[in-house]
């Protein structure tokens, strides 16, 4: 994909989370030659886990469940290669009532990002590439990362949160239509400040290992020992999208006093004293607000530009899942009745 020519069955994707990967793999059995570009360290975006000291922390996407056929056959899939497992039926409410209601909820057998790993084996990935613009040259993308790094391909698959995705677009000076664009700007997601916090004491969180909480100041606590990947008690503290909003630009220290705070009047239990090391991450874009109605965008022709992601369709892992398929139902002319 370096060289002057493509490959008209040719893609760049840009994000190796649970969309990109998913549509590369159904690209690339096709018989497509795909790359995939992803700033992280490592591939799986939102699905991410985390290791602080000799805590292992989800501080991301804590679980996941599955409602449609076509995501329960990819979960399936990923059931059978030990990848994936059953968490739990439900978890305790803000009241500290169990809320069983016979779904299951998933986890990463090590972590979530065991399912990304899965899906990435095989495939052209490329962690560490920030792309910086993705312009057409000639007829044909031309993503460009930071680190020099120049790739060309007939087709984009964008993949990133959209604000970002119009950003890296926008440097290639790339033309939308005026509806596209519009469609594309009215997406938006809430943000979420996640506190990860290693504690010398088992058992705060009750089973199985979660407090689903959708409030305010806090949206979600878990021990990650408890959740069954991590060898020591690992808190993930999530706040709620209010709070985060408001906290966002706060200095680290402040949010990590604040979010123990909160978090040990909903455990009943003095965390300051328990805490051996935290670590912060702040997610800008974590929940979408307000999706576009269908799984993917076709957004340009000749050459092809495509958005995919959890902010088209559904929302979610499961969206997310979707969301990659469909949109290699459309770059492969597949349909689906
Ligand atoms: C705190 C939090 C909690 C959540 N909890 C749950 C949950 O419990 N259950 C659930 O189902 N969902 C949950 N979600 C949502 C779920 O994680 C997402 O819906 C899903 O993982 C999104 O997948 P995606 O492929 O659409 O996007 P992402 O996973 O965001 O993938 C996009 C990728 O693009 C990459 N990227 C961005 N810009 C660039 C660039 N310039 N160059 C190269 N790469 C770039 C990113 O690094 C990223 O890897 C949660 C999300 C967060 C943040």
Sequence with gaps: MNSGRTDTNSCIIIGAGMSGLIAARELQAAGWEVTVLDKGRSVGGRMATRRVGEGTFDHGAQFFTSRSDRFGQLVRGWLDAGVAEEWSRGFPDASGEPREDG?????????????PKHLARGLDVRTG?????????????????ESGLRLKSATLLITAPVPQSLDILDAGEVELSEGTRKQLEDISYDPCLALLALVDREGLVPEPGGIQIKDEPLDWISD?????????????????????????????????????????????????????ETSLARWRYSWVTQPHPEPCLLAREEPRLLFAGDAFGQPKVEGASLSGLASADTLLGRTRS
């Design 103 to 115: 779904h299951p909820r998933y986890r990463g057998t090590e972590g979530m990002t065991s399912i």
């Design 224 to 276: 990650n020992s408890r959740k069954g990947i991590s060898r020591t008690p690992a808190l993930t503290i999530h706040a709620g999208p209010q709070w985060s909003r408001a906290h966002y630009d706060a200095d680290e220290k402040e949010i990590a006093d604040a979010l123990l705070a909160f978090a040990g009047e909903r455990l009943g239990a003095d965390l300051a004293p328990r805490v051996r």
């Design 129 to 145: 590439e920030r792309v910086v613009q993705a312009r057409i040259r000639s007829g044909q993308w031309e993503a460009v990362c």
